[in-house]
T-cell receptor, first 114, second 116 residues
Framework: SQKIEQNSEALNIQEGKTATLTCNYT??????LQWYRQDPGRGPVFLLL?????KEKRKERLKVTFDTTLKQSLFHITASQPADSATYLC?????????????FGTGTLLAVQP | DTGVSQDPRHKITKRGQNVTFRCDPI?????LYWYRQTLGQGPEFLTY????????KSRLLSDRFSAERPKGSFSTLEIQRTEQGDSAMYLC??????????????FGQGTRLTVV
């Protein structure tokens, strides 16, 4: 069955450092990979989308890479700030059959210490 | 359009009662998703609609759960004979998907269900 794995342990980093979060997937060939941010008690909020034919995408302090051979995406937040503390979710979507829906990983909790 | 809205925000019910949640998606979106989320976990897929058609329902979903999206507009999720294990946050999301590609999903604030 399809599986999406993210760092199970919380990631603690110092303000100003780069946070790197990992998303690995198996038994899946997604056409799109998305990253969302979720704050406690609230719904996820979209951050970035990357297509299967794209290697890297950037938006301000955020960078996403997508390696379809390794079946992995890396999500980077540069110059991290305490306000970046949240849970970050990886989500996959594709076309046809069982992939034709948006499914989420378990999420990684990021804590940026001042 | 003010985004995806869900109602109610919180629901406390006694075990065995039926509950119904409502989701109003962004009007131009053709996709509507329902997810369930428990503490420390990611959103778990329940079901989704393309316009008014329910295209997939998770195998994890028992027959006590049913969802509708009449006329491809708002959607309802009903849970019959609630159990304590149904306690969770129920999230609704909408997006647009077609042959030209996908857009991001927009989520509502969720409905927090507590079964006592």
């Amino acid at each position: 069955s399809q599986k999406i794995e993210q760092n199970s342990e919380a990631l603690n980093i110092q303000e100003g450092k780069t946070a790197t979060l990992t998303c690995n997937y198996t038994n899946y060939s997604p056409a799109y990979l998305q990253w969302y941010r979720q704050d406690p008690g609230r719904g996820p909020v979209f951050l970035l989308l990357i297509r299967e034919n794209e290697k890297e995408k950037r938006k301000e302090r955020l960078k996403v890479t997508f390696d379809t051979t390794l079946k992995q995406s890396l999500f980077h937040i540069t110059a991290s700030q305490p306000a970046d503390s949240a849970t970050y979710l990886c989500a996959l979507a594709g076309y046809g059959g069982a992939t034709n829906k948006l499914i989420f990983g378990t999420g990684t909790l990021l804590a940026v210490q001042p | 359009d003010t985004g995806v809205s869900q109602d109610p925000r919180h629901k406390i019910t006694k075990r065995g009662q039926n509950v119904t949640f409502r989701c109003d998606p962004i009007s131009e979106h053709n996709r509507l998703y329902w997810y369930r989320q428990t503490l420390g976990q990611g959103p778990e897929f329940l079901t989704y609609f393309q316009n008014e058609a329910q295209l997939e329902k998770s195998r994890l979903l028992s027959d006590r759960f049913s969802a509708e999206r009449p006329k491809g507009s708002f959607s309802t999720l009903e849970i019959q004979r609630t159990e304590q294990g149904d306690s969770a946050m129920y999230l609704c999301a909408s997006s647009w998907a077609g042959t030209a590609g996908w857009t991001e999903a927009f989520f509502g604030q969720g409905t927090r269900l507590t079964v006592v």
